[in-house]
């Protein structure tokens, strides 16, 4: 079954690893966050496609969830030492890959036809979309100004109060090609579980694929990011917390209210399933856990099974 998932970068390509061992590859299509890409050195980077891309070829590092295994870092030891603020980690082997990205988008390709191209020299047979091929930029307004988003991800780790996100460049951008026919021909819809203000947001935030989940026949189902009251990695639960919403299921329910039919959630949070059938929401209840592969197959299967 045609399958299209929205993903931003850890959590979904977790989710995405086990997607693709209990499915054809070929049936699976991700729209990915670019609201996080941004030029670090010169070089065009693109974290949550790149995360995607190592992750479903076996290359990423595994104790980080970011970059690649065994990597290098020689390039930006010289750079500290040529005086450079290097506060964004990129290995040798990883610059690699932004060094080619910048060639081509340099030589006028999309960033949809780079990033096609690259997942399929990493050996992947998906379908891997940015959600646009125009700059979309998150950005933050914050106590201490007007902030991008890697400064408060990786510079601040996450430790600053947001008072309003930001996608700049959205309003005037369109989808990238095959996006909007990937979810009209959908049969089935998965919002990974990703932070849903500032990875899945900021895919939504590109006008038209809103309005073409909204008009989606097929189920649109979310997994929670939330489990037992904590985000499983990065700031979603602060996020919930300073934009009012509880920090559970049901938040994530609400931020995504009108947009989705289902709503997988765990074990740790079965007792929220009544409140989610009273928004309308078919909930289904499982270990969604993703720390091994048995895990994420299991987790991915149960998405599938959502009727």
């Excluded at 496609?49 to 065994?70: F, H, Q």
């Excluded at 990033?115 to 125009?134: F, I, K, Y």
């Excluded at 500032?198 to 989940?213: F, N, T």
């Amino acid at each position: 079954m045609a399958t299209v998932v929205f993903s931003g970068g850890v959590g979904g390509s977790r989710f995405l690893s086990g997607l693709c061992r209990v499915m054809d590859q070929k049936d699976i299509t991700v729209i990915s966050n670019i609201g996080d890409d941004t030029e670090f050195y010169g070089l065009y980077v693109c974290p949550d496609i790149d995360i995607v891309l190592y992750t479903l070829a076996g290359r990423i590092n595994p104790k980080t969830g970011w970059g690649l295994e065994g990597d290098t870092f020689q390039v930006l030891d010289a750079l500290k030492k040529l005086g450079h603020p290097c506060w964004f980690n990129l290995g040798d082997q990883d610059l690699a890959t932004h060094l080619h990205r910048t060639m081509r988008l340099k030589e006028g390709w999309p960033l949809s036809k780079v990033t096609a191209e690259l997942a399929r020299l990493n050996g992947l047979e998906l379908t891997v979309l940015p959600s646009t091929d125009q700059r979309v930029e998150t950005r933050f307004d914050t106590p201490m100004g007007d902030m991008p988003f890697q400064e408060y991800m990786v510079k601040h780790r996450w430790q600053v109060d947001i008072e309003k996100i930001r996608f700049v460049g959205a309003e005037t951008a369109s989808p990238a090609p095959g996006v909007l026919e990937a979810l009209e021909s959908a049969e089935r819809i998965i919002l990974a579980p990703s932070n849903p203000y500032i990875s899945i947001g900021a895919i939504l935030a590109v006008p038209g694929i809103r309005e073409a989940l909204e008009r989606a026949k097929c189920p649109v189902i979310a997994v929670s990011p939330i489990v037992g009251g904590k985000a499983i990695k990065g700031p979603a639960a602060r996020l919930l917390e300073q934009f009012g919403q509880p920090v559970s299921p049901v938040g994530v329910a609400r931020v995504y209210q009108g947009l989705v039919s289902h709503m997988v959630i765990d074990n740790a949070d079965r007792e929220l399933a009544g409140q989610l059938e009273a928004m309308g929401i078919v909930c289904g209840v499982t270990d969604t856990m993703m720390d091994s592969f048995p895990r994420k197959e299991a987790l991915a299967r149960f998405v599938l099974e959502q009727k």
